[in-house]
């Protein structure tokens, strides 16, 4: 089947706008993640979701980050009022299992530039 | 904080050579050590991993090496081909909240001349 389905793939926004970005996971996947991945970095942690259930959200770097799935499928990471310091990769991950072990599927990612 | 350290951050390495990039740790309740291969333009891919009870673990022409009592680890890349041409990450991770979380390294370009 499908892998992760990111969208979308870029988005350039004017500093103050407020930006979604979906994440369709693999289906049956009951684990989410998003992360951030600036220019040159590696992937830095935001949070997760088992089903709809957000249970970690320690690394949204601000109150104007908010992710939501609803229906323990599809999610959307939201930022409002978007600075020049989050232009970024948006990466979505999903796993089928909860728990050790289980391989992240990485999608492709959303690349934000804030102007 | 930085709790997983990369190097070298670029390397180039010709074809046939072998391929070596590090990793060290701080937390000591890391139990879950992958290594992840990125493209340009496209998102990480799981490449091998290894968890601390063993020190090695080998996958065709990719080996990890673990030291558990140096708080390090490596990826070994035997008969590197321009294929392998890319950026590496290594990972580590605790359980949190039911969730393997993973902590990334700064990342590894690798160029393999042909």
């Known amino acids: 089947g499908a892998g992760v389905s990111q969208s979308p793939r870029y988005k350039v926004a004017k500093r103050g706008q407020d930006v979604a970005l979906r994440c369709d996971p693999i289906?049956?996947?009951?684990?989410l993640f998003w992360y951030q991945q600036a220019l040159g970095q590696g992937p830095e942690f935001l949070t997760y979701?088992?089903?709809?259930?957000?249970l970690d959200k320690s690394g949204l770097p601000s109150d104007r980050f908010f992710a939501e799935r609803p229906e323990g499928s599809v999610s959307t990471l939201k930022i409002q009022r978007t600075q020049q310091e989050d232009s970024a990769v948006y990466l979505c991950?999903?796993?089928?299992?909860w728990g050790p072990g289980g391989e992240l599927f990485f999608g492709e990612g959303s690349r934000l530039t804030v102007l | 904080q930085q709790q997983v350290k990369q190097s070298p951050q670029s390397l180039i390495v010709q074809k046939g050579g072998i391929s070596i990039i590090n990793c060290a740790y701080e937390n000591t309740a890391f139990d879950y050590f992958p290594w992840y291969q990125q493209f340009p333009g496209k998102g990480p891919a799981l490449l091998i991993a290894i968890r601390p009870d063993v020190s090695e673990k080998k996958e065709g022409r990719f080996t990890i090496s673990f030291n558990k009592s140096a708080k390090q680890f490596s990826l070994h890349i035997m008969d590197s081909q321009p294929g392998d041409s890319a950026t590496y990450f290594c990972?580590?991770?605790?359980?949190?909240?039911?969730?393997?979380?993973?902590?990334f390294g700064q990342g590894t370009r690798l160029t393999i001349n042909p």
């Open positions: 990972a580590a991770s605790t359980l949190s909240a039911g969730a393997q979380k993973l902590v």
């Open positions: 991950a999903s796993t089928y299992r």
């Open positions: 289906s049956g996947h009951v684990s």
């Open positions: 979701f088992q089903n709809e259930a957000q």
